[in-house]
C-alpha cells in the first residue's frame, strides 16, 4: 500500500500464525514496517521491533520523517551506484573497442574477449560460438572457452546443435538476449541440464552477435548462483555489438590470410607432385602430400585411398602423435569394400563432401564408428576426387576433437581435385612403367625359353624372375594331363627348390583349382578367409603362412598343359599382374608342351633304336637257338 503497517501486540487480529510464530520465536511483541518511498516507488523497507505492546503513536511522524530522509539517501546511493556501473560499462566498452581495434588475430581477439567479459559481468564462465553457414541450420562452433580457471581448450572446435538447446535457438530467433533465472526455467532443456550439472551452473544469458540483422555467432555466460542478470544486460547488449562487428571483420582477414595459404599450399603441392620422375617417389609423394593437408587444417590423421578393381585401396596414411608426425605403415595397401560404409559410398553416389562433427552422428553405420572408437576420432571430412568423370579415390582427414573444419572445406576440395589429376597422372605413368617392366621381363623370359633344354631348370628361373618382380613367397609348377595332375617344380622366396617331383596330386582336395582348369580361368584367392578355401587348403595356408594366391592353368592349343600357382604372405588380388601373367602362362606352356613332345620323341627315339639294334642283332645269326 506504500503505507505504515503497525502490529501494536501479539493480539492484533492482522496476524497470521506464521508471523505470530515469528515474532514470538523473538520475544517480540509489537513491530512498525514503514516503506521507503522515492519518486512514487517503494525501493525499501524500515522494520521496528520491540518486546512489549507499543502502538508509536507519539513516534509516528518522527518515523515517517526518518523513512523519507532514509529514502531519498537510498535512492541517491543507488543513482550514484547506477552511474558508477554506467561508467564502467563505458570504459568495459571503450576498452573493449581499443582492443578490437588493435587485434585482427580470431583466436587472440576472442580469447581476451572472453576474459573481459566474464570479469566484467562477475560470470564463471563465457563460451563464444561462430555461426555455420547457412544460420538456418541451426550448427555453432566453439571458438573460445574461458572460465575463472582459464582457458578450457578441450571445447574448442566442439559443434552446438541449437535443436537441442532452446534457450540458445531463441535467442538466434529472435536476435535477442535470452536469460535463465535458475535450473528451474521450463525453457531448460535435458542437455541444457546436462550441461549444467557438469559443469555447476544455475543461470545463464545467451547473447546473439548481430551484424547488420545477419547472425554472426552467439555468446553465453554462465553462473553458479541464481541471477536475473538484468544489471548487466545494457553492458553486454552493447559489448555484444562490439564484438559481432569484430568477428565479422576479423573472420574476412582470417578468411584472406587462409586462401593466401591455401595458395601457397596448392601451389607448394602441385610443385612436389609434377617433381615426382618416377614409380619410386609416388609412395613418399602420396605421403608428404597427406602431411601437409593434415597439418593445412590441423587435424589428427589424413589417409590417400585409390579407387582400383572396385576396392579403396591406401596409398598414403599420415596422423600426429603427442605432436610427432608419422606413418602407419602397417594401413598401406589395405583394401577397403566401400559398401562397408554406407555415408562413403551415399557421399559417392551424390558426388559431394562428407563432414562429420561428431562421433555420435547418428548416421555412423557400426563399421564407421568402429573406425572412431579404434583411433579415438571425434570428426571426419572425407573428400572424393575423380578423373574424367570416374571417382578415383578420397582423401579422408580425422581430428580428435569435434568440429566441422567449416572454413577448410574450399582448401580441401581444391587441393583434393588437384591431387587428384596429378597422382593419377602420376599413377599411370607408373602403370606404363609397369607395363614396360613386364614387356621386357616376357621377352626376357621368351628369350630364355627359347634356349632352355632343361624344363625345371627352366622353370627355376622363370619362378625367380617372378618373385623378384611381383614380390612373391613361392611358386608352385604342376603337369596336367586330362584329369591328372603331378608335381613338377616348387621355389620358395629364397631360390630353394622342393626336392619332390612327379607327385600325382588328388584334384579333389582342390575344389577350386580343379574348377579353374576346367574354366582354362585363373583362380584368385585374395585373402586367407575366402569363403572358396577347403579346410586342408586353410591348413596349408596356416602352415606356410600363405594369405593369398594366383592359380593359372597353362594352355597350348586349347588344352590345360599344367599349372602356374603362386602364393603370397599378404593379402592381395594381383589385378596389376593379371594380364602380365596370362601372357607369361602362354610361354610357360609352350615350353611345358615343347618338354613334353620332345620327351615323347626321346622315347619313340629309344624304341626305334632298340627295335634297330634288335633287327641288326637278328639278321646277324642264323643259329634259331641264339
Keep these: 500500500t506504500g503505507h505504515i503497517t503497525l502490529i501494536a501486540s501479539l493480539d492484533d487480529p492482522q496476524l497470521t500464525p506464521a508471523v505470530r510464530a515469528s515474532l514470538e520465536a523473538w520475544s517480540y511483541q509489537s513491530q512498525l514496517s514503514a516503506p521507503l518511498v522515492a519518486r512514487g516507488r517503494v525501493i525499501g523497507l524500515l522494520e521496528l521491533s520491540d518486546t512489549v505492546p507499543r502502538d508509536y503513536a507519539g ?79 541451426g550448427l555453432f562452433t566453439c571458438l573460445v572457452s574461458f572460465d575463472r580457471h582459464g582457458y578450457d581448450d578441450s571445447v574448442t572446435g566442439k559443434p552446438l546443435p541449437l535443436d537441442s538447446y532452446p534457450a540458445a535457438m531463441r535467442a538466434v530467433r529472435d536476435r535477442q538476449i535470452v536469460t535463465i533465472h535458475d535450473r528451474r526455467d521450463p525453457l531448460l532443456s535435458a542437455d541444457d541440464l546436462a550441461v549444467y550439472d557438469q559443469y555447476g551452473f544455475v543461470s545463464e ?39 559481432g562487428a569484430a568477428m565479422e571483420r576479423a573472420f574476412l582477414f582470417d578468411q584472406v590470410e587462409r586462401r593466401s595459404r591455401v595458395l601457397r599450399e596448392l601451389v607448394e603441392l602441385g610443385a612436389l607432385i609434377s617433381g615426382v620422375s618416377g614409380t619410386a617417389d609416388i609412395a613418399a609423394t602420396m605421403a608428404d602430400v597427406a602431411q601437409r593437408l593434415m597439418l593445412a587444417v590441423d587435424a589428427a590423421d589424413c589417409d590417400i585411398f585409390r579407387m582400383t578393381q572396385g576396392e579403396l585401396r591406401c596409398q598414403a596414411s599420415i596422423y600426429r602423435e603427442d605432436g610427432v608426425v608419422r606413418e602407419d605403415s602397417a594401413q598401406l595397401g589395405r583394401a577397403l569394400r566401400i559398401d562397408d560404409y554406407p555415408l562413403t559410398a551415399d557421399m559417392v553416389a551424390r558426388r559431394a563432401v562428407l563432414v562429420v562433427s561428431s562421433a555420435a552422428d547418428p548416421r555412423l553405420a557400426p563399421a564407421e564408428r568402429a573406425v572412431f572408437a579404434r583411433h579415438g576420432f571425434e570428426s571426419e571430412l572425407c573428400i572424393p576426387f575423380y578423373v574424367q568423370d570416374r571417382f578415383a579415390g578420397l582423401i579422408d582427414i580425422f581430428d580428435v576433437r569435434q568440429r566441422d573444419f567449416g572454413e577448410y572445406l574450399d582448401f580441401i576440395i581444391s587441393a583434393g581435385q588437384m591431387v587428384a589429376g596429378a597422382l593419377e597422372n602420376r599413377l599411370l605413368l607408373a602403370e606404363v612403367e609397369q607395363r614396360n617392366a613386364a614387356l621386357r621381363e616376357l621377352v626376357d623370359l621368351s628369350t630364355l625359353a627359347s634356349q632352355a633344354h632343361d624344363l625345371r631348370t627352366f622353370l627355376h628361373a622363370v619362378a625367380r624372375r617372378l618373385q623378384a618382380f611381383m614380390g612373391l613367397a613361392y611358386c608352385d ?37 580343379a574348377a579353374a582348369i576346367a574354366a582354362q580361368e585363373p583362380l584368385v584367392i585374395p585373402s586367407a578367409d575366402d569363403p572358396r578355401l577347403t ?52 610361354i610357360v606352356a ?36 641264339e
Design 590 to 625: 609352350g615350353a611345358m608342351e615343347n618338354a613334353r613332345l620332345l620327351e615323347r620323341l626321346e622315347d619313340r627315339n629309344k624304341r626305334l633304336n632298340l627295335l634297330v639294334e634288335a633287327g641288326l642283332e637278328f639278321g646277324a645269326t642264323l643259329e634259331l637257338s
Design 535 to 586: 579346410k586342408h587348403e586353410r591348413a596349408m595356408y596356416a602352415r606356410y603362412g600363405f594369405q593369398s594366391e594366383f592359380a593359372l592353368p597353362l594352355i597350348a592349343e586349347g588344352r590345360v598343359v599344367g599349372l602356374l600357382d603362386i602364393f603370397d604372405r599378404r593379402p592381395r588380388r594381383f589385378a596389376r599382374f593379371r594380364e602380365f601373367l596370362v601372357s607369361l602362362g602362354q
Design 205 to 243: 544469458a545467451c547473447v546473439p552477435l548481430i551484424v547488420e540483422d545477419h547472425v554472426v555467432g552467439l555468446i553465453e555466460l554462465y553462473d553458479d548462483e541464481p541471477r536475473s542478470w538484468a544489471d548487466d544486460l545494457d553492458f553486454v547488449r552493447s559489448a555484444a555489438q562490439i564484438i
Design 59 to 137: 513516534e509516528l511522524d518522527l518515523i515517517a520523517s526518518l523513512c523519507s530522509t532514509a529514502a531519498r539517501a537510498l535512492d541517491n546511493a543507488r543513482l550514484i551506484e547506477q552511474i558508477q556501473r554506467r561508467n564502467r560499462t563505458l570504459s568495459e566498452l571503450a576498452d573493449l573497442g581499443a582492443l578490437v581495434a588493435q587485434t585482427s588475430d580470431v583466436d587472440e581477439l576472442l580469447r581476451a574477449v572472453a576474459q573481459r567479459l566474464l570479469a566484467a559481468t562477475d560470470a564463471i564462465d563465457c563460451d563464444v560460438y561462430k555461426a555455420i553457414e547457412p544460420v538456418e541450420k
Design 477 to 513: 609348377f604342376y603337369r596336367v594331363d586330362g584329369e591328372a595332375m603331378a608335381f613338377v617344380l616348387s621355389v620358395d622366396s629364397e631360390g630353394n627348390i622342393d626336392p619332390q617331383g612327379g607327385e600325382p596330386i588328388d584334384l579333389q582336395r582342390f575344389p577350386g583349382t
